[in-house]
């Protein structure tokens, strides 16, 4: 018998078996209704908060707490604390319980509904057949659906702070979800890491800039334009430059910044598309200078033959024995927040 075991032997107050099975069903039943509440929120709650977070440390968080629940009393106090922030609108209640139901506007309040679509499980946003994407309201990912890029060579770039710009133009109707100037970086095993989304607002030729700093540990540099929510935006004369040891701006070199090198996207060396969700093209329509500029149309009803689901949609699981979840599936928007917002 090992040391361990001779000590263990010698315990005053040995646990028994049963109570060491009593204690990991408990645990197991508590990370198996954080699980389930989890994917509800994560996947189908509209919410601004629940878009945005990062939903692996929130798991990691998560997963800690609820499994230190004693009771179920506990664990719905413990769940209401995780979720209530990211999802407000969710409601817990017992067997016995009747969930309130969810007020909204009604029918010409002039607002609009915000709901997912999912296409598979879209977990990563390059995935070329499974995405996501939240109908009615900006998401994160969003634009890298929608995106027309150039990578640049980017060691001679890192740690330094640079300038990009372009003009464009855009008849996008939609305030809440803009086309924009894009600028990311992609560091080792990370698909892309946004540091620059400037919105496009005009409908005449204007030129949008923004200056940030490059990461010290980069590689490619990716700029670009991406379009909004629906109608269309035309871009041309993208820049790059680069701030020197003297505060002076240097411009850096990019590969057919007039869009003029190939009369097809689809033909040019030197942009990519990572447009799925929307159209993009070279056209001649009233380029800001030369004959091609870049345009990129996106249609809102396009996207997996989007389901369009009416306000105040929900639907209520069981997510441990007695303890139930109403998420609601469809909740308004006006073009600034989800309404009602957080508090």
């Known amino acids: 018998?090992?040391?361990?075991?001779?000590?263990?032997?010698?315990?005053?107050?040995?646990?028994?078996?049963?109570?060491?099975?009593?204690?990991?069903?408990?645990?197991?039943?508590?990370?198996?209704?954080?699980?389930?509440?989890?994917?509800?929120v994560r996947f189908f709650h509209p919410s601004d908060e629940a878009s945005a977070i990062d939903w692996d440390r929130f798991a990691i968080?998560?997963?800690?707490?609820?499994?230190?629940?004693?009771?179920?009393?506990?664990?719905?106090?413990?769940?209401?604390?995780?979720f209530h922030p990211i999802a407000p609108t969710i409601q817990l209640y017992g067997a016995?319980?009747?969930?309130?139901?969810?007020?909204?506007?009604?029918?010409?309040?002039?607002?609009?509904?915000?709901?997912?679509?999912?296409?598979?499980?879209?977990?990563?946003?390059?995935?070329?057949?499974?995405?996501?994407?939240?109908?009615?309201?900006?998401?994160?990912?969003?634009?890298?659906?929608?995106?027309?890029?150039?990578?640049?060579?980017?060691?001679?770039?890192?740690?330094?702070?640079?300038?990009?710009?372009?003009?464009?133009?855009?008849?996008?109707p939609d305030r809440s979800d803009r086309p924009g100037l894009?600028?990311?970086?992609?560091p080792p095993y990370v698909m892309f890491k946004n540091?620059?989304?400037?919105?496009?607002?005009?409908?005449?030729?204007?030129?949008?800039?923004?200056?940030?700093?490059?990461?010290?540990?980069?590689?490619?540099?990716?700029?670009g334009c991406y379009g909004g929510g629906a109608g269309t935006v035309w871009a041309d004369e993208v820049e790059l430059a680069v701030r020197d040891e003297n505060g002076e701006w240097k411009p850096e070199k990019i590969e057919d910044p007039g869009f003029e090198s190939a009369t097809s996207l689809d033909d040019s060396p030197h942009w990519e598309v990572y447009a799925r969700d929307a159209?993009?093209?070279?056209?001649?329509?009233?380029?800001?200078?030369?004959?091609?500029?870049?345009m990129i149309e996106t249609d809102p009803n396009a996207f997996c033959n989007a389901v369009h689901l009416p306000p105040g949609e929900s639907v209520d699981k069981e997510i441990a024995a007695g303890l139930f979840c109403r998420v609601p599936l469809a909740l308004c928007s006006d073009d600034e927040q989800r309404v009602p917002g957080t508090q």
């Open 61 to 82: 968080l998560g997963s800690r707490k609820a499994k230190e629940a004693q009771s179920p009393a506990e664990l719905r106090a413990v769940l209401d604390d995780l």
């Open 195 to 223: 540091l620059v989304s400037v919105p496009i607002t005009s409908a005449e030729w204007q030129q949008y800039s923004a200056t940030t700093r490059l990461p010290k540990v980069s590689t490619w540099p990716n700029i």
């Open 96 to 172: 016995n319980q009747a969930p309130c139901p969810f007020p909204y506007p009604g029918p010409g309040s002039g607002l609009k509904t915000v709901h997912w679509n999912h296409r598979g499980v879209g977990v990563h946003h390059d995935h070329p057949t499974y995405h996501s994407h939240r109908l009615g309201r900006w998401s994160p990912d969003d634009d890298i659906s929608r995106l027309v890029l150039q990578r640049v060579r980017g060691d001679r770039l890192a740690g330094k702070e640079v300038r990009i710009s372009l003009y464009a133009r855009t008849d996008c």
């Open 182 to 186: 894009w600028l990311s970086v992609q």
């Open 1 to 40: 018998m090992n040391q361990e075991s001779q000590q263990y032997g010698k315990h005053p107050n040995p646990p028994e078996r049963g109570d060491e099975m009593s204690q990991t069903d408990n645990i197991i039943a508590n990370l198996r209704a954080f699980a389930r509440l989890y994917g509800y």
């Open 279 to 294: 159209r993009s093209s070279f056209t001649t329509q009233g380029p800001f200078r030369g004959k091609q500029c870049l």
